[in-house]
């Protein structure tokens, strides 16, 4: 069973930045997607942004231009910087990984606020 672990969340003031971070282990095959998702209180949980093994990213509107998301394959981890926050972008933040079986794993979920 692949485990992910999530770090980086907290407290911010609007205008501020985060970077989230999660780590892959114990993974039997190899990872393909990994992203971001979030929910917020009382909403479907939703695409933050994913990256592929080669790199190319994509992004929801919302957060586009303000968050980036990027991988170091030589640590099975998966980062998300994100900047301009917004009190909107107030949610828990997940981090999902594919392998090659198209098997999707989650992270436990790390919080993040925005104080406006």
């Known amino acids: 069973q692949v485990q992910l672990v999530e770090s980086g969340g907290g407290l911010v003031q609007a205008g501020g930045s985060l970077r989230l971070s999660c780590a892959a282990s114990?993974?039997?095959?190899?990872?393909?997607?990994m992203g971001w998702y979030r929910q917020a209180p009382g909403k479907q949980r939703e695409l933050v942004a994913t990256?592929?093994?080669?790199?190319?990213?994509n992004y929801a509107a919302s957060v586009k231009g303000r968050f980036t998301i990027s991988r170091d394959n030589t640590k099975n981890t998966v980062y998300l910087q994100m900047n301009d926050l917004k009190s909107e972008d107030t949610a828990v933040y997940f981090c999902s990984v594919d392998d090659t079986f198209v098997n999707r794993y989650w992270g436990q979920g790390t919080q993040v606020t925005v104080s406006s």
């Open positions: 990256i592929t093994s080669f790199g190319v990213t």
């Open positions: 114990n993974n039997r095959f190899s990872i393909t997607t």
